[in-house]
């Protein structure tokens, strides 16, 4: 694992966002609109280098670079924090401790198209933390699939036996991790417990409802989203006999899993198969070593390390 940080994407802002301009709109030699004027977005560059076609009040369109405008959400966030030293509302990116890919392409059933998937931590600075600002539970970009947890966040869902976060945990493919996410690796044990069954059982269940309704009202499901589903069950059974949650699919599933997701498995067997998974999951959960809870105390002390280090 490298603990080298990679380039990151910036964030794209998407037409219709409202903005507020950080420099002054010169045209002519003259100036046109003050710095703070509000426009919204009409036009999004391909990437962070361009610039963006900002519609101001009057009807006029200008060009803006990213770092010359900023989100008028932002701007009001900012006028209650003028002693932060924050630079900009890319900057929480900076604090991300750990990123992963998860997903389709951790799973091995990634194709051509397929997205990818990364997750991960961040952890903000004290100060931020302790602003009448605050911080955010998540970081999220839909255009480049990233989605980054606070600190504590990320560890309330690891200890409820969150399936997406228990496999950030032991995912293979690591793409940064600073000393203390190395840390949290070597414990991830300690968020596994008997709470898997009830969780990924529970989703499963109501997910397969949900599969059933639309099989009756429109005629077809979501074949990727059954696909997962039977493949979390794998994930839960394997959790609660070995100890470990298992990221990459092995062999033997590889091939029914793509043939749902290609509509080749009709629904019954689908369902049959889904069933049958239930009840292995039931019997391995009452022979499991695993405990009935996870442990609190241990992630608890580890937060609180986190959150010193930071002061």
């Keep these: 694992m490298s603990n080298q940080k990679p380039f990151i994407p910036k964030l794209i802002l998407p037409v219709g966002t409202q903005v507020v301009t950080r420099v002054e709109v ?14 919204v977005i009409v036009q999004a560059p391909v990437d962070y280098s361009h610039s963006y076609r900002v519609q101001l009040p009057d009807g006029a369109v200008v060009s803006l670079r990213r770092e010359e405008l900023t989100t008028r959400k932002q701007w009001q966030q900012e ?28 799973y091995g059933l990634d194709h051509a198209g397929s997205d990818t998937d990364r997750r991960g931590i961040y952890l903000p600075p004290a100060k931020l ?22 600190i504590q966040k990320f560890l309330t869902l690891a200890l409820k036996a969150n ?38 059982n529970g ?20 074949q990727k989203h059954a696909m997962h589903l039977v493949r979390l069950l794998l994930s839960g059974i394997t959790v609660l006999k070995e ?17 749902i997701r290609r509509g080749e498995m009709p629904w019954e067997e689908v369902n049959a198969w889904r069933l049958r998974l239930h009840q292995d999951f039931e019997r391995v959960y009452t022979t499991t070593n695993l405990p009935e809870r996870p442990n609190y105390e241990r992630a608890n002390a580890f937060l609180l390390k986190a959150r010193r280090s930071m002061v």
Aim: charged share 20%; glycine share 6%; with cysteine.
């Design 203 to 222: 989703y499963v269940m109501s997910q397969f409802k949900k599969l059933e309704q639309d099989l009756r009202t429109k005629g077809a499901i979501k």
């Design 26 to 39: 010169i045209a002519s030699g003259e100036l046109v609109h003050p710095s703070g004027a509000v426009g």
């Design 79 to 106: 006028s209650l924090q003028p002693a932060l030293g924050l630079g900009d509302d890319l900057s929480l990116y900076d604090y991300v401790i750990y990123r992963c890919v998860v997903g389709s392409k951790a």
């Design 163 to 200: 399936p997406t976060v228990l496999e950030c945990l032991y995912t293979p493919l690591v793409e940064t991790a600073t000393p203390l996410a190395e840390e949290l690796l070597s414990m991830r044990e300690c968020f596994l417990s008997q709470r898997v069954y009830q969780t990924y």
């Design 243 to 259: 100890g470990f949650v298992p990221v990459r699919i092995d062999e033997k599933h590889h091939q029914q899993l793509l043939a």
């Design 129 to 150: 933390h302790w602003s009448l600002n605050g911080i955010p539970e998540q970081l999220d970009n839909k255009q480049t699939e990233e989605c980054y947890w606070e």
